[in-house]
């Protein structure tokens, strides 16, 4: 279940990001994926809600800095 | 016609397509929000149009800190062109704070002083984008009309803004609001995207910034559409007239062919406000003018069309001669066809040049063609709209010159008379116009602001002046203008620039003749001029040869050419002098 959500996430990264070739990661955090910063992460996190329909509050879209805790919501959520 | 999305153009790589390439454009943004999304979006649509550009963001709500600091950031950068953009949401929690009737105006001070400022000091020219209507109603439809109300307010900001951007020069509103309108104000706030970055509204909507912002830099840049290459069938009526018969085309006040009514009746008021319409169609040339001439629904009649093609070649060679017989280059045409094959041809044959696609099965035409933002421009003088009646006159010179048998004779039939004039205030807004208008025939393309004229007219270094032409014919107007910059020993033609409308008429002759006088009266002897190739400007590549200038010197981005002169030494022109100097 988990790798099905990361690879919907891992198309979403290539795409905001302008990294076709992008391969996420679980343990990724926005330290270590090139381009995941502040104003970038607004936009993900944007596109993410759109692709699942679901919807972070403010206080969950700034807590999240790691691929394992953005599936981990996503999961979440969808439950 | 589909439009892109944010995401789509993040993902889409960004190459250069061929033919225009404008090198590299600063564009310096000053916001109270967070605009940063709008920087990949304004650089492809830009990209899209041949324009590489480089988009600086100051320091979020900083935006009257660096416009009245001649250290700033802003000056230091020296930027092409400057857009403030003040958000909505910001100004919202002002408005509550702030008791009284007319909250707001204060906020339109600081915004035209801010700008007045920099125009003062600076070159750029300043977009500034006005505020978006608010969603909030304390009452409903008499939010409107009350004026202790925020909308009312906004909305009377922004008619105040009008007002006021029109007296600071090169200073233009960028109607972000209707924008907004035309996109529905619930798809363009996003609460949570300014709770989240003070991001002030939803990324669709900065494709939608970035497209028109685009739009209108490409008419600084580049050039506004002056004319208008229309297809015939499925687009000024439906149906194909070769098939359907004059009687059987869709055009009409009501039913299925209104659209296209309704689309002729659009392209009427462009023509009205100076843009020249022409015909690129395949067709039998006797049944489509007939149904110009006579189907009774035709709004458009044959003389609102500056030149008709209406043959089978393909529609690229047929604009190329529109293009030279109206002496308008390709890059000021918007071509109009549904046929993509049409459209592709076009474009790949010429590609600087503007296209228009419209389907005639997806709804409103005007809309397809209005929302594009093709028609905007950073200026309008009286004179644009005068642009028909010039080309018909100049139609008529056409017709005269065939019945002479050489050029002389026709020169002189056409009783030119100039004027020259000195450069103020009542002809300032004309020399503007027609220094970042002209391409062609400008030798340094230096495209100097009004203040810096109005510093040229004051200094005693420089002698400045313009020219009108009128001939049997009509009047063209002011068409040429001329900068001198006086030397120690030598008199150097800082500034010449002539509209492409006046070639071939012994013009330049004519003002050579008075640059020697005025040299002479100066008591100097030698004049110097410089020529800067562009790629647009090749018609004058030999201009200071011809006038029997010598070459100087020469580089790769300027030749430098000299004459001696003699007191009487006087050029054959047919123009005769239309005033005595000052």
């Excluded at chain 1, 502040?38 to 972070?56: D, G, R």
């Excluded at chain 2, 979020?60 to 001649?70: C, F, G, P, S, V």
């Excluded at chain 2, 004779?409 to 100039?418: I, R, S, T």
């Excluded at chain 2, 300032?428 to 391409?439: P, S």
């Amino acid at each position: 279940m988990n790798n099905d959500l990361l690879a919907r996430v891992n198309i979403i990264f290539q795409d905001v990001l302008a990294q076709p070739n992008l391969k996420l990661n679980i343990s990724d955090t926005a330290e270590t994926v090139d381009g995941w910063d502040s104003l970038n992460h607004i936009y993900l996190i944007t596109e993410i809600q759109k692709e699942f329909s679901i919807k972070f509050s403010i206080q969950e879209v700034r807590s999240i800095d790691k691929i394992s805790s953005l599936v981990g919501l996503i999961n979440e959520k969808l439950i | 016609m589909i439009d892109l999305s944010y995401r789509e153009i993040l993902k889409s790589s960004f190459e250069t397509p061929l033919g225009i390439n404008i090198e590299n454009k600063k564009i310096y943004i000053l916001s109270d929000a967070t605009l940063e999304p709008l920087e990949p979006v304004l650089k492809y649509f830009l990209m899209k149009m041949g324009i590489r550009s480089t988009i600086i963001f100051a320091p979020i709500d900083t935006i009257n800190i660096q416009l009245l600091d001649l250290n700033s950031e802003l000056y230091r950068s020296s930027p092409d062109i400057v857009f403030i953009h003040n958000c909505s949401q910001g100004l919202f929690s002002k408005f509550h704070q702030v008791n009284g009737e007319d909250k707001l105006s204060e906020t339109v001070d600081h915004i035209i002083e801010g700008c007045s400022f920099f125009r003062e000091r600076a070159k750029a020219p300043i977009l500034i984008g006005n505020l978006i209507s608010p969603i909030e109603r304390i009452f409903g439809s008499l939010d409107r009309g009350e004026k202790f109300c925020l909308y009312h307010q906004v909305r009377k900001l922004n008619d105040t803004l009008d007002l006021r951007a029109k007296t600071i020069d090169d200073c233009i509103i960028f109607d972000i609001d209707s924008l907004a309108n035309y996109q529905g104000l619930k798809n363009v706030y996003n609460d949570d995207l300014w709770s989240l970055g003070k991001i002030p509204f939803n990324y669709e909507f900065f494709v939608s910034v970035g497209e028109r912002l685009a739009a209108i830099l490409r008419s600084r840049w580049i050039s506004p559409v002056k004319c208008i290459v229309l297809d015939l069938d499925n687009t000024l009526w439906g149906g194909v007239v070769g098939d359907d018969g004059v009687e059987g085309i869709l055009l009409s006040t009501d039913g299925d062919g209104e659209k296209f009514y309704r689309f002729q009746l659009f392209l009427k008021s462009l023509k009205d406000r100076g843009i020249l319409l022409a015909i690129a169609s395949k067709n039998e040339k006797l049944t489509a003018l007939r149904a110009i001439q006579k189907h009774p629904a035709m709004i458009l009649n044959e003389l609102d069309f500056s030149s008709i093609k209406i043959n089978w070649r393909d529609k690229a060679t047929n604009i190329s001669e529109i293009s030279q017989e109206l002496n308008i280059h390709v890059d000021s045409i918007l071509f109009i066809d549904d046929n993509l094959f049409e459209r592709d041809q076009v474009k790949s044959a010429l590609p600087s040049i503007q296209i228009g696609e419209i389907n005639p099965d997806s709804g409103s035409l005007v809309e397809q063609i209005s929302k594009k933002g093709f028609f905007e421009s950073f200026s309008f003088t009286e004179q644009d709209k005068l642009r028909n009646e010039q080309y018909l006159i100049n139609k008529k010179r056409r017709d005269l010159q065939t019945s002479f048998k050489s050029v002389g004779d026709y020169l002189k039939n056409l009783d030119m008379k100039a004027r020259v004039s000195d450069i103020s205030e009542k002809n300032i807004d004309r020399i503007v116009e027609l220094t970042n208008r002209t391409n062609q025939f400008n030798l340094r393309t230096k495209r100097y602001s009004r203040l810096e004229y109005l510093r040229f007219v004051k200094s005693s270094e420089y002698k400045c002046f313009a020219v009108n032409l009128e001939d049997r014919f009509g009047d063209y107007g002011l068409i040429s203008v001329i900068v001198l910059k006086i030397g120690n020993g030598e008199v150097f033609i800082d500034q010449w620039l002539t509209s492409c409308r006046v070639v071939s008429r012994t013009l330049d002759e004519f003002i050579m003749n008075y640059i020697i006088r005025v040299s002479v009266k100066l008591d100097k002897y030698q004049i110097v001029g410089e020529y800067i190739p562009t790629s647009k400007n090749l018609p004058v590549q030999n201009f200071y040869n011809n006038l029997g200038f010598s070459l100087l010197r020469e580089t790769e981005g300027s030749s430098i050419w000299s004459i001696e002169i003699e007191e009487n030494k006087k050029f054959k022109t047919y123009i005769e002098d239309g005033k005595n100097y000052e």
